[in-house]
């Protein structure tokens, strides 16, 4: 009789053990892509609450009603409609027909400081 002295996988082994690891990665991957994403966005949206909440403050020290517009935080835009945030609308894509975004608010100073949309 002749004695199996294996000391290593099989090809076939081996395979396998990759085949699942690709599936499992091809699965999770995206999941955690989609993760980053959204942590960005909400990252997005709250920056975006502050800078409304200065707006909202300089507007009523100048005495004027808060208009509907964008506001802009790094790559992400914010819609403010009816005087209130619209936390649905957290988008990367520039929005169209806008000429302009808020990008900060200081109460102190009482400025409001807008960025022109570029012409796309």
């Known amino acids: 009789m002749r004695k199996n002295n294996r000391k290593g996988f099989t090809i076939v082994e081996l395979v396998i053990v990759i085949a699942v690891i690709a599936i499992l990665a091809g699965v999770l ?3 955690f892509a989609g993760v980053a994403t959204k942590a960005k966005k909400s990252a997005a949206l709250q920056e ?3 800078i409304y909440t200065e707006y909202v403050a300089v507007a009523a020290e100048k005495d004027v009603e808060v208009e509907d517009c964008w ?3 790094g790559t992400y835009y914010v819609q403010v409609a009816n005087g209130k945030l619209v936390d649905t609308s957290v988008t990367d894509k520039t929005p169209t027909g806008v000429t302009s975004f808020i990008t900060a608010a200081d109460i102190e ?5 807008t960025e022109t949309a570029s012409a796309e």
Do not use: D, L, S, Y
Not at 109 to 113: D, E
């Open 29 to 31: 991957i995206p999941t």
């Open 109 to 113: 100073t009482g400025n409001v400081t």
């Open 48 to 50: 975006a609450r502050t």
């Open 71 to 73: 506001i802009k935080v």
